[in-house]
Every structure is written in structure tokens, then in C-alpha cells.
């Protein structure tokens, strides 16, 4: 606008507009001074070195430790389960040895009677004895029956088999495998003491036992 023109706008009243003021902290372009544009900084709101997240102590979910009393109960537990193994370990071991035993011995028994038999096929007493818990019989003469009464014969049981032998082949059973002597007369032995001794008292061969 030319001066003639401010002049005349100014005498008919009219005021010249302000100059806006500029503040002391304030730059040309409006924005403070020492701020980047009001960006916050990026370490603003970071965490202290050595502070970490709420939580963050220990992990979620993890088992409370144990006391010295469930260390002590679980080495208990352990020893005692342990100390059984062994147990059966061992009952298993002596099962295998006393089988293995039993076999040895019942093989010698084999060759030791063999051929030393005394039974006689034509005999129809039948001797009636106890062994294993059960009554047992074999057949004798008058002869054998006899002789078996008075202790100088005996009877061994081999594989389901009852074997009539002389009280010196007895003997020498019973020293290999005791087991098998299923009937053997002790002659001073008082007589209610084998109560199928006397022929008075067999049982009869009809009766099922």
C-alpha cells in the first residue's frame, strides 16, 4: 500500500494492524527450542539397566523347591524299592539253583537205581503207604511184604513210579536225593506207627483214593 494511501486511511480513523510478538523461547518456526518436534525419545520409557519386567524373578510356573523332609521321604522310597529288587533278584537266583540241584540229583538217583528194582510183576498185595500227603500203594508177594515190614526193603518213587530196592540201595538214595525215598521201615519202630503195616488193615483195592 503507497504512503498516500496509509495517510488517507489513517486520517479517516482507521489503525495500522499490530506486528504479531515473538516469544524468548520460541523459534522462527514455532516449535521450542531444544525439542525434536515433541518427539518423546526412544529411551523415554526403556527400563533401567538391572530392572526387568514384573514376573520376570522366576519363571511362571515353576515347582516350589523341595524340602529336606521330601528329599529324605524320596531317598527312602528309592532304597527301599531298590532293596526289594534285590530281594526278589535273589529269591529268583536261589529258585534256579535249588532247580538245577534237583536235577543233578534226581540224574544220579537215575543211575544209581538202574537195574536195582525189586518189583514183581506177578505180585497182587498191594502195600499201602503215605507220601507227599497223599496215600500211595505198590504191589508186593507175601515174600517182599514181609520183608518191607521188617525194614529190609524200602520203597523210592522215580518219575511217577514206585520202586521196591533194598534198604542198602535206600540208604544210598536217600544221601543223593532225599526226597524220593517215599517208604522206609524203621523195624523198632512200635507198630501204630505205620498203620498199613499189617495186611489185616489194607485197603481194599477197590476203594478210590
Do not use: C
Not at 107 to 136: M, Q
Not at 150 to 158: K, P, S
Amino acid at each position: 500500500m503507497s504512503d498516500t494511501l496509509r495517510d488517507q486511511l489513517l486520517g479517516l480513523g482507521f489503525k495500522s494492524a499490530p506486528k504479531p510478538e515473538r516469544k524468548p523461547d520460541q523459534r522462527r518456526d514455532g516449535r521450542p527450542h531444544g525439542k525434536s518436534g515433541g518427539r518423546p525419545s526412544a529411551a523415554a520409557g526403556a527400563p533401567k539397566a538391572g530392572q526387568g519386567k514384573p514376573g520376570q524373578g522366576r519363571p511362571q510356573g515353576a515347582r516350589k523347591p523341595r524340602s529336606q523332609e521330601d528329599i529324605d521321604l524320596a531317598k527312602a522310597y528309592a532304597i527301599r524299592a531298590q532293596r526289594e529288587k534285590d530281594e526278589r533278584i535273589e529269591a529268583e537266583r536261589r529258585k534256579q539253583e535249588e532247580a538245577r540241584l534237583r536235577r543233578e540229583a534226581r540224574a544220579r538217583l537215575d543211575e544209581l537205581i538202574k537195574d536195582k528194582g525189586l518189583n514183581d510183576p506177578e505180585a497182587d498185595i498191594a502195600r499201602h503207604f503215605e507220601y507227599g500227603g497223599k496215600i500211595k500203594r505198590i504191589y508186593v508177594n507175601a515174600d517182599q511184604l514181609k520183608a518191607l515190614n521188617a525194614g529190609e526193603l524200602g520203597v523210592l518213587q522215580q518219575n511217577g513210579r514206585y520202586l521196591l530196592v533194598t534198604a542198602a540201595v535206600l540208604a544210598e538214595a536217600e544221601q543223593v536225593f532225599a526226597p524220593s525215598v517215599a517208604l522206609k521201615i524203621d523195624p523198632n519202630a512200635p507198630a501204630e506207627a505205620d498203620p498199613y503195616a499189617d495186611p489185616m488193615y489194607q485197603v481194599p483195592d477197590d476203594l478210590v483214593w
